[in-house]
């Protein structure tokens, strides 16, 4: 199958911190897994080395802003000579218990080097459908840091690689396969530590009470944090901001089973440079949906990706400028989007609770 595309990315201005947030409901209890690439965190010492000194702050709230939960994670260390790529995460794992409810997790880190201190928002809701086990996360051991590696091939080099896997089952044993070799544990800790020298494409079996779920190492990545955050028809519904109308019936078409798969080569058809881990154009776009999620989204009313607001965001990126007319009450009446090299003005109007319609839609 052939797919066309039409991008329509121009350069923006706006501001996204590179950490990334997936979640997982259990039975009993919510986990969230917060990846950092460590360039993110580490000033450079010397020509080799590096010293980071940061705390990491995790709030989460419920749809009213009630605090529900907080905690604090401390990143220090001082000459790291890294045996490890920059790129690679430094990893955060938290858990909570939650009702089924709609809610937000709320990320920011202080740097003793950097002035700025960066946050993000991260909505998500609980339902009644919650998961028995979490996807398997493997974290590299390099002389005491924890590292997440973007390849398999980092495991190999760790001293030794801790796997976490949640799960809200009581096992009866658990089985993680390293290629040829096995190993049986019996444990209700989520956690298990080996050396490892040589990692084959691991993967783990639980078993309970006459079950058992098998689940493979998370090779994480920006795209899988994407994903698990939006599904393949979400992603097809972004993608119509940017790609020709044949392009999208053609993927329309693709059964559901299928379709995060044809996603995913159409993404590696237009990727600038394929001989690198990431997908420029992909990551783009990426960055253009959680930043509509986080700012234009109306809580019980509307996600910010699929706002008006969301929509221009995703297609031409950050205004040139934006101006507001308010009303009486004090609250915007009326947001200009101006973008003067498309020569365009978009005109949004307040309808009541913080949600923004676009004053004649059919001329974009």
């Not at 493979?216 to 109308?245: C, G, M, T, W």
Request: charged content about 25%; overall charge positive.
């Amino acid at each position: 199958m052939r797919f066309g595309f039409a991008l329509f990315f121009l350069i923006s201005s706006f501001v996204l911190t590179g950490f990334e947030i997936t979640h997982y409901d259990t039975r009993d209890q919510t986990w969230f897994y917060i990846y950092i690439p460590y360039k993110e965190i580490v000033k450079q010492q010397t020509d080799e080395a590096y010293q980071a000194e940061s705390k990491f702050h995790v709030f989460v709230a419920d749809n009213s802003g009630r605090i529900i939960n907080t905690a604090v994670f401390t990143v220090q260390f001082k000459n790291l000579v890294p045996q490890f790529g920059l790129d690679d995460y430094y990893p955060i794992i938290f858990n909570t218990e939650l009702a089924i409810g709609e809610y937000s997790l709320i990320c920011s880190w202080s740097n003793k080097f950097e002035l700025n201190q960066p946050s993000r928002t991260y909505l998500f809701s609980i339902d009644k459908y919650k998961r028995r086990i979490t996807p398997l996360l493997g974290i590299a051991h390099f002389g005491g840091l924890r590292v997440v590696p973007r390849q398999l091939k980092g495991y190999s080099q760790a001293d030794s690689v801790t796997f976490v896997q949640g799960y809200s089952v009581v096992p009866d044993s658990v089985v993680l396969h390293l290629g040829s070799k096995r190993q049986t544990l019996k444990s209700e800790k989520p956690e298990i530590q080996i050396t490892v020298l040589q990692l084959e494409t691991p993967f783990v079996t639980i078993y309970s009470k006459g079950d058992f779920w098998r689940k493979n190492l998370i090779l994480f990545s920006p795209a899988f944090a994407f994903q698990s955050r939006y599904n393949s028809k979400e992603q097809l519904r972004q993608l119509v901001h940017i790609i020709d109308k044949d392009t999208y019936r053609q993927l329309k078409q693709i059964p559901s089973v299928e379709l995060q798969e044809a996603i995913n080569r159409w993404w590696k058809s237009i990727d600038p440079t394929p001989q690198t881990p990431l997908n420029e154009n992909r990551q783009h776009l990426y960055k253009r949906v959680l930043y509509a999620d986080e700012h234009f989204s109306v809580k019980g009313l509307v996600k910010g990706w699929r706002s008006d607001r969301g929509r221009i965001f995703i297609k031409y990126g950050q205004p040139d400028n934006i101006d507001v007319e308010p009303s009486r009450s004090g609250k915007y009446h009326a947001i200009f989007w101006s973008y003067y090299q498309l020569e365009k003005t978009f005109i949004f109007y307040d309808k009541g609770y913080g949600k923004y319609e676009l004053h004649k839609k059919w001329l974009d």
